[in-house]
């Protein structure tokens, strides 16, 4: 995510997901959960080590009407779904000896225990990307950093949370 080398690059090479757990935790995030469709929050790329992806602005996201900006409450949320994301994810590479299916049933009690954003510029633009990683992922809480970036590859805004997982 960041210029420098991610925490996740030192760790060993993890094997990618299965098609039946990628397609299965598409279905979850963006049809199961039913306000990312309301966002159209969309995923872009899926791996152990993070994920992304996309927001194509719509008037109902806009914030500011005079500026066409996207509401800060589209940022937060579309950035707390992506912290839970890149944890799901986590938790998939995780267990990755478990059939695709039973590792599905693990995000059950998945919840935000907390979470900060930083607007660091307006959310102006055609599409936002979204990305995530997961910094700790520990037995029963997961820590995560988020970025929201305009169609310029700009970062808009920076976000860290903390889910419980257990």
Do not use: C, W
Not at 8 to 28: C, D, H, N, W
Not at 75 to 101: C, F, R, T, W, Y
Not at 129 to 143: I, K, Q, Y
């Amino acid at each position: 995510m960041s210029k420098s080398t991610p925490p996740s690059a030192a760790a060993p090479a993890q094997r990618a997901f299965e098609p039946e757990f990628v397609a299965g935790l598409k279905v979850i995030f963006e049809e199961k959960i039913v306000f990312n469709q309301v966002l159209g929050l969309k995923i872009t790329s899926l791996r152990p080590d993070g994920v992304a992806g996309r927001i194509d602005m719509k008037p109902e996201l806009v914030g500011h009407y005079a500026y066409n900006r996207v509401h800060g409450g589209v940022i937060s949320a579309g950035l707390d779904a992506m912290g839970g994301l890149a944890v799901m994810a986590a938790i998939g590479a995780k267990h990755l000896d478990e059939p695709p299916e039973q590792r599905l049933h693990r995000f059950a009690k998945l919840g935000t225990i907390d979470l900060r954003i930083d607007y660091l510029r307006p959310g102006i633009g055609s599409h936002f990307e979204l990305r995530a990683e997961v910094l700790r992922l520990g037995s029963r809480v997961a820590t995560t950093r988020m970025e929201f970036l305009g169609p310029d590859g700009q970062i808009m805004s920076a976000g860290a949370a903390a889910y419980i997982v257990s």
